[in-house]
């Protein structure tokens, strides 16, 4: 707020007298935010012409660049004002002065979705294939936006429908993820390579999966879109429609040739997505359909990890009765059984331990479910895998004792519980956390169970915390 002038907020609020009075009084036209500009950018952004011309008059140069926002006519096309565009442009603006990473004006009133701005600057020179680095031209914000007109004029005015942006693909890319049709059947008549790939994000069927739209999908099958396209570390298309929760797009893709096994490096298959969007449906359909159970991702285990993360038990159960592994594990992140106590489900956590799932599986450096249990706060679970094994003081090197990971949750009837059932409350360092953390019931019952032993490097500190007013822990 320290770089916002006083005369930017008179020219953002629309208010020609307030803005008179402070240039009259020495306020400087052309004083620059950061990031944001002058008082001019902040008129032509609010739409406000008697503003805008009051302060070029008084000098505001209409070509300040924002350092990464361009110049004022970026805002007045961006607000859709043709008058301050025009304004603007007959006092000396740049049609083609670009944003850093942003592209021109032009962009902007694509992406607003006025015609007649577009028009308007490209009949004054505007570039229509200026690109932005990673964000494509003009023609990738209309088809964004959903305007037919304005692509049609700008493929009419030499725009490129095969232009591509690093690492997102061409316009086809956003006239499918926008879910038009009208705009994807345009630019795939006018030459749009529908196979067309981003380095990690596939073609164009894959926003078409994602957003939904069965109809697009067809349309691009049928027009050569290849089914089993892989990004990099992301799959095929039929992930993007499992993770949508669209069976009619699943159902339609692997009608078509999709891979229900085809496996994404980290993220495993299909089924995976299916699973995380909570599609009982679509499970079924995958399994049915030949998807594999146990098909395990490197570092994330299988689809029955999403399963009971997602917190759906109908889908749980359908996994573990077609084979899926309950003590599948992923290297980092544990089991089933970790998922579970994270999504706090109860339900969850006691079908898996009835079905074999073990209470005391690691994680590499994240401990049990206890310790997932005691960090969430949920005593029940706590109580339900004390109940069934799990050992109160298994530590690890990160999160070291349950006891210990209870101290963020703040739970002092989880402290009380393990204490009560054989937790080691002697660890001091379980205190000074507890401090830290400021959970004073917790302190004040620490306290009361803690023995201070000379040799402990923290127990002047905790002989400081002890002597203090027990108002300030035991309210």
Known sequence: MSHITVLHFAASSGSLENVKCLVEHGADVNCERRNFGSALHAAALSGSLEIVKYLVEHGADVNCERRNFGSALHDAALSGSLEIVKYLVEHGADVNCERRNFGSALRDAALSGSLEIVKYLVENGADVNCERRNFGSALYDAALSGSLEIVKYLVENGADVNCERRNFGSALYDAALSGSLEIVKYLVENGADVNCERRNFGSALYDAALSGSLEIVKYLVENGADVNCERRNFGSALYDAALSGSLEIVKYLVENGADVNCERRNFGSALYDAALSGSLEIVKYLVENGADVNCERRNFGSALYDAALAGSLEIVKYLVEYGAN?????????????????????????YLVEYGADVNCERRNFGSALHAAALSGSLEIVKYLVEHGADVNCKKRVVGTPPKSTVSSGSLEIVKYLVEHGADVTNEEILILACEHGNALVVDYHFQHLELKKSNKHREKIQVLKAMDDENFAK
């Open 326 to 350: 309950v003590n599948c594990e992923r290297r980092n992140f544990g089991s089933a059984l970790h998922a579970a106590v994270l999504s706090g489900s109860l339900e969850i956590v006691k």
